[in-house]
Structure formats: structure tokens, C-alpha cells
């Protein structure tokens, strides 16, 4: 992997953690108001499920696999 390409992961890595965190606000200050949409609900935490995934996966691509 090229330097460029790491940075590039780096940059989106950041991305999508943000996301992550702002995802859990909502879902957050949905479970709180008194009558939470629960289908607006179900959809942010799909959502915050595949970015998760996808940090996961970027994270293993800038780990190097170290042989034991």
C-alpha cells in the first residue's frame, strides 16, 4: 500500500468515525424525546451498523498482519 493510499484510508477512517459518533447522538436524543420514531430509530443504528463495519475493515487495511 502506497503512502497515498493509507492517507487516503486515514482521511476517511476520521470520516466515518465522526459519522459513528454523530449517529450516536441521534440515537441518543431519539431514545429521549417522548415519542421516538421507531422505524427513523431501526434505520440509524442499520446505519451505524455498516459504518462499523466498514471502520473495521479500513482499520485492517492500515494494520499491517504481523506473522507470528
Known sequence: MTDEEERELGVELARLQQEHRDL???IEALH???????LR???????KLQ??????????QITPDIIA
Open 51 to 60: 459504518l462499523r463495519d466498514r471502520i473495521a475493515f479500513i482499520e485492517d
Open 32 to 38: 429521549q424525546s417522548p415519542a421516538p420514531d421507531l
Open 41 to 47: 430509530l431501526q434505520r440509524l443504528k442499520k446505519r
Open 24 to 26: 450516536d447522538a441521534a
